[in-house]
């Protein structure tokens, strides 16, 4: 119940040069108490903590109390949400709790920095459009990327990734796959992730609208070492969210050079240029079919990848660090 998914955890070994110790158990307070002791006692100028789900709020709030208890450390808060695509009862209180022994906070988009204002006007914060993910290794051509999911070359792919929640839209993309815009179009839709939502109800969308070839379900965790593959093999990227703050599969798919179709939601829209790296529509299966039409039918891919390289230089990791550094110099001690 309270945690919809099978496992978010893998057996891959760290990135080079970094050690992880996992040590928070998020349904038992004791191992939140000690986490926090663990790292007062480390002393450390500063301590960034990702918040993205309420559920998290009472750990990730704990741990942050212990370790101001030593005065001197400094804790930011990088805010993928802060009220939550699928509200459930309690989800303010569990956020406020986090929020309050937090010092500053580094959001990944206005409407999360918007968000922000209903609990806290006064912390300092800053805006900083999420960086690229870069930890998933080089791109590899697409027949190999085709060849390793054990599919043919001869289709085009559209490619939904990540965790399948009702406010990400992937009915809606199942229904704009089954429109007669797209019918002349040798067309699969890839959905790599796990659900969280009731994968039935799926299931029979894909059935009754007469999409079941079309459509390749993998109902799974996608551990790192895997995702190049999806990226690679998939030609367009589609996320039709239906509610967005911001959205990681933007920068894996800049990373990897893919060209977007888009919702116009949150943060979406600044980070996917309009006719320049993808295509910005309503949430809604035909204007997400006319996209996927023009997109095909008009030949962009060459044109919109040259643009999504040059768009992706925005997103370098140095100017996260620098606003993580102009945040902490607003924060006094403790």
Not at 39 to 48: H, Q
Not at 315 to 333: K, P, R, S
């Amino acid at each position: 119940i309270l945690f919809p998914g099978k496992s978010q955890f893998t057996d891959e070994p760290a990135p080079e040069g970094i050690r992880i110790k996992s040590t928070i158990n998020s349904i038992n307070p004791l191992s939140w108490c000690r986490t926090g002791r663990k790292i007062r006692k480390l002393d450390p100028d500063i301590v960034i903590i990702r918040y993205w789900i309420p559920f998290m709020g009472p750990a990730l709030g704990t741990i942050a109390r212990r370790i101001r208890k030593n005065k001197k450390t400094r804790i930011i808060a990088i805010t993928d949400n802060v009220i939550p695509h699928e509200g459930r009862p309690g989800d303010k209180a569990l956020t406020r709790y986090f929020l309050k022994p937090v010092q500053g906070f580094l959001c990944m988009s206005k409407s999360v920095m918007d968000d922000l204002s209903f609990f806290d006007t006064k912390k300092p914060r800053a805006l900083c459009l999420h960086p690229l993910y870069d930890n998933y290794g080089d791109a590899i051509s697409r027949e190999e990327a085709l060849a390793r999911l054990g599919l043919p070359e001869n289709n085009k792919y559209l490619l939904f990734f990540g965790l399948v929640r009702k406010y990400k839209g992937l009915d809606l993309l199942i229904q704009a796959l089954a429109s007669e815009k797209l019918s002349h179009l040798p067309l699969k839709l890839i959905v790599a992730g796990e659900f969280y939502d009731d994968f039935e109800v799926y299931r029979k969308l894909v059935e009754d609208l007469g999409v079941y070839d079309k459509v390749i379900m993998d109902n799974k965790f996608i551990p790192n070492a895997e995702v190049v593959n999806y990226f690679c093999a998939g030609d367009l990227v589609v996320q039709p969210y239906k509610d967005a703050t911001q959205s990681g599969v933007t920068q894996v798919a800049y990373h990897f050079d893919k060209p977007m179709v888009v919702s116009n939601v949150g943060a979406l829209p600044e980070m996917v240029p309009d006719g320049k790296a993808g295509y910005v529509v309503n949430p809604e299966p035909e204007a997400i079919a006319e996209a996927i039409r023009k997109y095909f039918d008009e030949n962009k891919e060459q044109v919109f990848t040259e643009n999504v390289k040059t768009e992706k230089k925005k997103y370098g990791w140095d100017t996260f660090l620098e606003a993580i550094d102009d945040l902490a110099g607003q924060i006094g001690h403790g």
